[in-house]
């Protein structure tokens, strides 16, 4: 069968997964800490253990696939708030967020103190410090572009910075709560705190309207040319194999 089914077929397959990234990157342009998710394409080596691969696996080693996505970490417009336990991270650093699952990352810094008198995310899960859970004081609170957070002049804590290595796999969990491999986070030196500021998401939405009419296209396109190989195929199977004696 012609190779150019399987480069249709896995052209087809790309372009869907892409549209459900751009789809995303859209709908969470106006999450606050977002970090938009660029697609990854890599070539297919399929029965590469063998020295005999079958004509289809040659077919698809010569066609690249979608293999997953990569955070575009790149920094979003920081906005102010006034509200003094709205927090921005300038810089390439990550709060780190204590959850069921184990520490997770986030680039939202919209805080509220619990019940409990600890310092959560919207989501209610502990905002870790250098020495843990942060207890939060009343009265108002001070902020430092360190991360030390203080009332009346007593210091409560200081926020934990986090970064990571150029390369390491960072995952988003839905929202923006992200994951990383363990023991792969190192202090940020290079982040600052802005104390009643937020950060913005990092999509832009007219490149993203752009991709996502582009991937449509693109999608449709492989769509009609599969239709064409099928009609093709059809015809053989009805009018050219009884032929054959």
């Given at each position: 069968?012609?190779?150019?089914?399987?480069?249709?077929?896995?052209?087809?397959?790309?372009?869907?997964?892409?549209?459900?990234?751009?789809?995303?990157?859209?709908?969470?342009?106006?999450?606050?800490?977002?970090?938009?998710?660029?697609?990854?394409?890599?070539?297919?080596?399929?029965?590469?253990?063998?020295?005999?691969?079958?004509d289809?696996?040659?077919?698809?080693n010569n066609?690249?696939?979608?293999?997953?996505?990569?955070?575009?970490?790149?920094?979003?417009?920081?906005?102010?708030?006034?509200?003094?336990?709205?927090?921005?991270?300038?810089?390439?650093?990550?709060?780190?967020?204590?959850t069921?699952n184990?520490?997770?990352?986030?680039?939202?810094g919209?805080?509220?103190?619990?019940?409990?008198?600890l310092?959560?995310?919207?989501?209610?899960?502990?905002?870790?410090?250098?020495?843990?859970?942060?207890?939060?004081?009343?009265?108002?609170?001070?902020?430092?572009?360190?991360?030390?957070?203080?009332?009346?002049?007593?210091?409560?804590?200081?926020?934990?910075?986090?970064?990571?290595?150029?390369g390491?796999?960072?995952?988003?969990?839905?929202?923006?709560?992200?994951?990383?491999?363990?023991?792969?986070?190192?202090?940020?030196?290079?982040?600052?705190?802005?104390?009643?500021?937020l950060?913005?998401s990092?999509v832009?939405?007219?490149?993203?309207?752009?991709?996502?009419?582009?991937?449509?296209?693109?999608?449709?396109?492989?769509?009609?040319?599969?239709?064409?190989?099928?009609?093709?195929?059809?015809?053989?199977?009805?009018?050219?194999?009884?032929?054959?004696?």
């Amino acid at each position: 069968m012609d190779s150019g089914y399987y480069a249709l077929s896995t052209a087809l397959l790309a372009r869907t997964q892409a549209l459900d990234t751009i789809a995303n990157n859209l709908a969470n342009q106006s999450t606050v800490g977002y970090r938009a998710e660029r697609n990854v394409f890599s070539s297919v080596l399929a029965d590469s253990g063998t020295a005999l691969a079958s004509d289809m696996n040659r077919a698809i080693n010569n066609y690249g696939v979608l293999s997953g996505t990569l955070l575009d970490l790149s920094q979003g417009v920081l906005q102010k708030t006034g509200n003094d336990l709205d927090l921005a991270v300038q810089g390439s650093g990550f709060f780190v967020v204590q959850t069921a699952n184990g520490p997770r990352y986030t680039r939202n810094g919209s805080l509220q103190v619990s019940s409990k008198g600890l310092l959560v995310t919207s989501a209610g899960d502990p905002v870790m410090g250098d020495k843990g859970a942060i207890a939060m004081m009343p009265g108002p609170v001070s902020i430092g572009t360190d991360g030390t957070i203080s009332s009346n002049g007593a210091v409560m804590g200081k926020l934990q910075l986090v970064d990571f290595p150029a390369g390491t796999s960072i995952k988003c969990e839905g929202g923006t709560y992200y994951s990383a491999p363990p023991e792969s986070a190192i202090a940020a030196t290079g982040s600052t705190v802005q104390q009643g500021e937020l950060e913005s998401s990092n999509v832009n939405p007219v490149s993203g309207m752009v991709d996502l009419i582009s991937a449509q296209r693109s999608a449709e396109m492989m769509e009609h040319a599969l239709s064409m190989f099928n009609s093709e195929i059809d015809k053989t199977a009805t009018q050219d194999l009884p032929k054959i004696s």
